[in-house]
Nanobody
């Protein structure tokens, strides 16, 4: 079992920056990928960015060039345990609840979800 804990959400002005973090606890050796989805009011949950244990990344077109997902566990590079999402040049459409997620090796679906962290872009 894996538990995901997010931090870093909040209020940011258009054009500003924000950094989200997610830490995995438990059976981290089983994690193949971690990433972020988001859900805005009245909309479906959508992929933002994902990172595999082999450092392959995937981004939604709407955030390419503005958001960067990275691994943040320098002392243990064998496992994927801590990730960040650096959000730059945010706009109003980035307002949503951001959910950290993780897949295990062999999964074709997202097995674990964090509790979500609110990001609000407003002037």
């Amino acid at each position: 079992q894996v538990k995901l804990v997010e931090s870093g959400g909040g209020l940011v002005q258009p054009g500003g920056s924000l950094r989200l973090s997610c830490v995995a606890f438990g059976s981290i050796y089983s994690i193949y990928s971690m990433g972020w989805y988001r859900q805005a009011p009245g909309k479906q949950r959508e992929l933002v960015a994902a990172l595999t244990n082999s450092s392959h990344t995937n981004y939604a077109d709407s955030v390419k060039g503005r958001f960067t997902i990275s691994r943040d566990n320098p002392k243990n590079t064998a496992y994927l345990q801590r990730i960040s999402l650096q959000m730059n040049s945010v706009n109003l459409e980035d307002t949503a609840v951001y959910y950290c997620n993780a897949k295990e090796y062999g999964d074709s679906f997202i097995r674990y979800w964090g509790q979500g962290t609110q990001v609000t872009v407003s002037s």
